[in-house]
């Protein structure tokens, strides 16, 4: 499992690589310089032995997190699961690589993109929060961002469409479910490199999701300045 995890899901370091996934995102969306969407999801598991309660999430019921990275074609970039259900979105961020090695990675112009749930640095991007009176400039920022965002949560669906197991894992050990869920991902990225993609695998999970409005508050209190900054340069973008 961790020899295949390195070598089929990966931060590629190649510019030429890094440039496509940018070109395609940007074909698709509009939005400039994407190097990758993330967010976290929800695996159901029955409740664990140990601490079953942190694994209770805001839809009560027992879950652990997989935040994902992923590319425009849904092939997953980074992936980090196992935190309880109960933990935010913003704090596995902050506890992965991804947080360590995502402002060497992205660099000042290029970024990765994620919801309110994330707090706005200079490498990571989110929607301005809609207060009712956006000008039509950060509407339509928000628009483009959030359209190439949702590429994580398709790649999400695929996944669980396709392994069905994960709608549930049932299993009390934590260290089973992990290892579920990594060897899924890295099968996810298989079958994407060997173009074998199916709609109809793709499931909705956005009902299992944690609280939008929840997310985005938390998220605002962590805002970085070069962030902010960039976060207006691109909206002006938008005529």
């Known amino acids: 499992m961790h020899s295949l995890k390195k070598r089929f ?4 370091p190649n510019g030429n690589v890094k440039q496509k996934i940018i070109d395609d995102f940007y074909t698709s969306y509009q939005f400039p310089n994407v190097l990758g969407a993330i967010d976290g999801t929800h695996i159901r598991i029955v409740a664990p032995h140990v601490h079953p309660q942190v694994y209770v999430n805001r839809k009560k019921f027992h879950s652990i997190v997989l935040q994902g990275l992923c590319a425009n074609n849904l092939q997953f970039l980074h992936v980090v699961a196992g935190w309880p259900g109960s933990i935010h979105d913003a704090r596995i961020l902050r506890n992965s690589d991804v947080w360590n ?13 994620g919801d309110g749930a994330y707090p706005l640095q200079s490498w990571l991007l989110k929607p301005f929060r809609n207060n ?10 928000n628009f483009h961002l959030s359209s190439a965002w949702a590429a994580i949560v398709r790649a999400f669906g695929l996944l669980k469409g396709r392994f069905r197991r994960l709608l ?13 869920i990594i060897v899924c991902c890295i099968f996810h990225n298989i079958c994407i490199i060997n173009d074998d993609i199916l709609d109809q695998y ?9 609280n939008p409005g929840v997310q ?8 970085d300045e070069a962030g902010l900054e960039k976060q207006l340069r691109i909206a002006n973008m938008f005529h």
């Open 9 to 12: 899901i990966y931060l590629p």
């Open 101 to 113: 090695i995502g402002p060497q990675w992205c660099g000042p112009e290029k970024h990765i993109i």
């Open 132 to 141: 009712g009176h956006l000008p039509r400039t950060q509407r339509r920022y």
């Open 168 to 180: 549930l894992l049932d299993t009390k050990s934590i260290k089973t479910a992990f290892d579920t």
């Open 202 to 210: 793709i499931v909705d999970g956005r009902e299992e999701e944690n």
């Open 216 to 223: 985005e508050l938390y998220g605002e209190n962590d805002e």
